[in-house]
């Protein structure tokens, strides 16, 4: 079974650039999340997607930050107009069961902006 | 708003040795999860081990196993005779009953040969 992925592995933009980050769960999960770890940080929530639906997007630091997830299969996290503070490591889980199951985690997608 | 301390950012332990993660939180919630991931090089984060705060008995994974301590609100983990492929960052994690996830920020491991 294939775990999550995450594309790209590795994004270096400049700053006022757009940038998008996917995330294939594992085939049948319904729910999705994304985190951010900021360097040296914590490892915070963003949001989470239950199919198409976003269920909680409570984390998103702001406007520029867009999430999708057409069909409720893949999702994109889209950055417009990147910043600085938007540098770090960009993680996505997947779960098939909401309650109680762990999540399971993508490698992530380290951005750099610069 | 649940929060998750970590307070050792570095650890090493010599290989075959025992040594201990520590982590504790903060919450008004009686019913929860803990969870300790644990994130290789390579960067894809697995679970090692999970707690449901309704069980007393800690649980144990092999040669993982913690001391959750509900009052004190402490979650530390235990790595007995530990080898090479432990090296790693280590998170501690509380999931809510909102199913929210809140990590610390990590313990960076190393094991010494």
């Given at each position: 079974e294939a775990g999550v992925?995450?594309?790209?592995?590795?994004?270096?933009?400049?700053?006022?650039?757009?940038v998008t980050l996917r995330c294939d769960p594992i085939s049948g999960h319904d729910n999705l999340y994304w985190y951010r770890r900021v360097m040296g940080k914590e490892i915070k929530f963003l949001l989470h997607f239950v199919k198409e639906s976003k269920q909680d997007e409570s984390g998103m630091p702001n406007n520029r930050f867009l999430a999708e997830r057409t069909g409720g299969t893949y999702s994109t996290l889209k950055v417009q107009p990147a910043e600085l503070e938007d540098s770090g490591v960009y993680f996505c889980a997947s779960s098939q069961d909401v309650n109680p199951y762990e999540q399971y985690f993508g490698p992530g997608t380290r951005l750099t902006v610069t | 708003?649940?929060?998750?301390?970590?307070?050792?950012?570095?650890?090493?332990?010599q290989e075959a040795e025992t040594v201990t993660l520590s982590c504790t939180y903060d919450t008004s919630e009686s019913d929860y999860y803990l969870f300790w991931y644990k994130q290789p090089p390579s960067r894809q984060m697995i679970l090692v081990i999970r707690q449901?705060?309704?069980?007393?008995?800690?649980?144990?994974?092999?040669?993982?196993?913690?001391?959750?301590?509900?009052?004190?609100?402490?979650?530390s983990l235990k790595i007995s005779d530990s080898q090479l492929g432990d090296a790693a960052m280590y998170f501690c994690a509380y999931r809510s009953t909102g199913n929210q996830?809140?990590?610390?920020?990590g313990t960076s491991l190393t094991v010494i040969p």
């Open positions: 992925t995450q594309f790209p592995s590795h994004s270096v933009i400049e700053k006022g650039q757009t | 708003a649940q929060t998750v301390t970590q307070s050792q950012p570095e650890m090493s332990v449901e705060a309704y069980k007393q008995q800690n649980a144990t994974e092999n040669r993982f196993s913690v001391n959750f301590q509900k009052a004190a609100k402490s979650f996830f809140y990590f610390g920020t």
